[in-house]
């Protein structure tokens, strides 16, 4: 499953730049992939919604892979102060499926 950032959240960023897979963006800030942005309402490239928050940061579920093949462990979670990362419920992923989507986000390596 990707991770979810909580209403907890008091906007420090320090999960921003954490993130390998530059998923996590200030609330009401759009998102972009392979040149094309993506706002609250827009289904990303994969399908995936319901990850948008205008109030906190968040992350786009499209792009996360719990840092799978890159950390032991969700990086966001990590740094975050307050423990308001944490494993989205409603987007469950298999190891494979986490993987396989970071070879799409990162097909050089």
């Not at 730049?17 to 993506?38: H, L, Q, R, V």
């Not at 205008?54 to 892979?65: E, N």
């Not at 102060?81 to 989205?88: D, E, Q, R, T």
Request: proline residues 7%; contains cysteine.
């Amino acid at each position: 499953m990707s991770i979810k950032i909580t209403e907890e959240c008091i906007n420090c960023g320090a999960c921003q730049s954490e993130c390998p897979n530059e998923a996590i963006f200030p609330g009401g800030e759009d998102w972009e992939f392979e040149g094309k942005t993506f706002g609250a309402e827009d289904p990303g490239p994969f399908g995936a919604t319901g990850f948008y928050s205008g109030d906190y940061y968040y992350i786009v579920t499209d792009k996360c892979t719990e840092c799978k093949g890159v950390n032991d462990s969700p990086a966001c979670a990590a740094a975050c102060p307050v423990a308001c990362c944490v494993p989205n419920e409603d987007h469950v992923e298999s190891e494979e499926e986490l993987l396989a989507k970071k070879a799409k986000l990162h097909p050089n390596g």
